[in-house]
């Protein structure tokens, strides 16, 4: 087969020995699933008695699709009669030995850390459209890729592929290979529609026929627009709330603390001057006392009362409360009395973006990878059900670390400003 000039720069990627995570795509019609499907096909048969890995979110899907590519470019090729395909353990087995597991990698609440891979071990992976899994199961996948390494003298290789998405295939590839700051060991390939010239008229047609969120992500290959009507905040309202030129330091002194859950990820303090952050400190795994020394001194420093101060109270963080005296936040309490809001954190999260997109709230100059870290955390934010009747509420902050790949820790230290908004009347209540 003719391969298309994409698709041969990925193929020198999947066959050196530095490139161990390869995403191909970012729009549709590139050719994605035939990429992955001819490059397990191969390697099947260049390592008898190999073992490899084909995945996507749910299995039903793979069946339908990147299944049935196999099956057409295995006919092309007229090599059918090497392998046979098992439906109901979901396996081709080769005459060589060779295998290609066919496997369901949705993140399911009964098994979040995917004891269901279980001791698995194999050669290389395939994840079509792996922008619907979350970053956990692309991690566990590549954990598991060292059967025969060394007989075959290859280095691990995972390729995904998918169309563009503002979740951790953004961050973790696209954003990164824009910056050209993209590990070694990690490369971006983006095929459009027009690199191929195989596409019918007709095709291109209908992808330019589409919605104009649509059109902009699968056919010109978009990764940057994001038209979500759920969204909370505008790319306009982030860019300002950076360059807070219409601000000034004026009124009471805050310090808000987004504690580590159970010593994990990091602690993220924000110092605020009325509605301006004029600093951001971060630890990284840290304890309850450490935390606690450095929010004492950072209160010293910038002369913020107790009765000004707020830490997240789930997990470490409660310790951090008790040790501290300060303010507690504890996102599913109840909110304001009267308010149509499911919970605190909603509240304060909805109405902190309202004072955002108002241009009212700010932060000083970052550095270009926390302001980063921040603009992925804000364009999160969304509404969940919006179209449903009932209280109000964001998408959960499980569902964004799904998407992040990492908790949202900046924004629910810059959330929690609003609690002392909202404590200004004598209607919270606190439970």
Known sequence: MKLLPKQIEAV??????STQEL??????????????????????????????????????????????????????????EQYT????KQIIQFQNGSQILLKDLFQYPSDPEFDSLGSLEITGAFIDECNQITYKAWQIVKSRIRYKLDEFDRIPKILGTCNPAKNWVY????QRNRKGDLPN?????????????????SYLESLLSLDNDSKERLYYGNWLYDD?????????????????????????MHLTIDVARYGKDKTVFRVWHGWLCVKRYELP??????VVDLARRVMREYSVSLSKTIADEDGVGGGVVDMLKCKGFVNNSKALKGQNYSNLKSQCSIEMAKKIQAREAGELSQSETVKDLVIAEMEQVKMKDMDRDGKLMII???????????????WDSIMMRYYFELKKGDYFIVM
């Open 12 to 17: 020198r990627y999947l066959k050196d020995s």
């Open 228 to 252: 979500d009507p759920s969204a909370l905040i505008s790319k306009d309202a982030i860019d300002d709330y950076f360059n807070p030129v219409h601000l000034q330091r004026e009124g009471t």
């Open 85 to 88: 395909y098992n439906s109901q």
């Open 396 to 410: 959960p902050k499980e569902t964004v670390k799904e998407k992040l790949g990492r908790s949202p820790d900046d």
């Open 185 to 201: 060991h990690r490369k971006f390939i983006q095929a459009l529609p027009k690199d191929n010239p195989h596409l019918h008229s």
């Open 171 to 174: 961050h973790q590839f696209y």
């Open 23 to 80: 995403l191909y795509g970012g729009a549709s019609g590139g050719g994605k699933s035939a990429l992955g499907c001819l490059w397990i096909l191969e390697a099947c048969q260049r390592y008898p008695g190999s073992r490899w890995l084909m995945g996507r979110s749910k299995l039903k899907n793979l069946r339908e699709t990147t299944l049935n590519t196999f099956f057409e470019l295995g006919k092309i090729l007229e090599v059918t």
């Open 285 to 290: 795994k840290s304890s309850a006392t450490e």
